[in-house]
C-alpha cells in the first residue's frame, strides 16, 4: 500500500500485532522514509525513538483529527476521540491539515 500526500507517494508498513508495535522505531538509527499505521490505537509512546517524527490522529474514515509535528523522543500522547495513528517521516505533514483525509491507494 502507498500513502498519497499531494503529490508524494510513501510506501505504508502496518503493525497489528503488539509485538509489532512494541518495537516500532525504537533503537532505529535509521531515517524514516516509510508510513507507519496503526488500527485501533488511541495512545502512543516515542520513547526511545532515536529520530523525530510527524504523527496523525485519524478517525475510522482516515480522517484527520489531530497532528503533531516535528515530535521529539520521550513524548507521550493521547486522544480518546482517535482510532488510528499514522507515523510518517519528517516534513510530511506540513501541507495537510485537520479535517483532510489521507488516502490509501494499491501499488502500481
Not at 488511541?42 to 510527524?54: A, G, L, M
Amino acid at each position: 500500500m502507498i500513502l498519497k500526500i499531494k503529490n508524494k507517494k510513501i510506501p505504508i508498513k502496518e503493525y497489528k500485532t503488539w509485538k509489532e508495535r512494541l518495537k516500532v522505531l525504537k533503537f532505529d538509527l535509521n531515517v524514516l522514509d516509510y508510513a507507519i499505521y496503526f488500527p485501533k490505537k488511541k495512545y502512543i509512546s516515542t520513547y526511545f525513538f532515536c529520530q523525530r517524527v510527524d504523527i496523525c490522529f485519524t478517525d475510522r474514515t482516515n480522517k484527520i483529527l489531530f497532528m503533531h509535528e516535528n515530535v521529539k523522543s520521550e513524548k507521550r500522547i493521547y486522544h480518546p476521540s482517535a482510532k488510528n495513528i499514522w507515523i510518517l517521516p519528517l516534513g510530511s505533514i506540513s501541507k495537510l491539515k485537520v479535517g483532510e483525509k489521507l488516502q490509501k491507494e494499491k501499488e502500481e
